[in-house]
């Protein structure tokens, strides 16, 4: 079986009529069709059918998380685009060793890959 041939993220948005589609960051880069925001794979096809109003690079950690937003809410979803927990934040951050900091309200406060407050 031959390998896939990476694609650079010009030649992506150009046969794609993406928006843009910003460098790849590992296996995916972020892209945008019509304002809305996904992941796409170095093949150039999206990695999920999900589309959203904006989406951050996948964490380097083991959870390999990305947060997103969507109507106005924060969280984060897993590679195939699913959300990897129920909560939804005002504003969600990164993650780094296993946590992300979100605000909820007036509250900021660490998360774990499964959305669960956790302590500093």
């Not at 069709?33 to 690079?57: C, E």
Request: charged share 30%.
């Amino acid at each position: 079986m031959m390998a896939q041939k990476r694609m650079s993220p010009e030649m992506i948005r150009d046969k794609n009529k993406y928006d843009w589609v910003m460098p790849f960051d590992g296996a995916f880069a972020q892209a945008s069709q019509n304002g809305r925001q996904f992941h796409v794979r170095t093949n150039g096809r999206p990695a999920y059918r999900q589309r959203f109003d904006f989406v951050g690079l996948f964490s380097r950690s083991r959870c390999k998380l990305a947060r997103v937003k969507r109507r106005g809410k924060c969280y984060h979803i897993r590679t195939n685009g699913k959300a990897a927990y129920r909560q939804r934040f005002d504003e969600a951050m990164h993650f780094f060793e296993e946590k992300a900091w979100v605000k909820k309200g007036e509250s900021w406060f660490y998360i774990g890959p499964d959305g669960k407050r956790i302590s500093g």
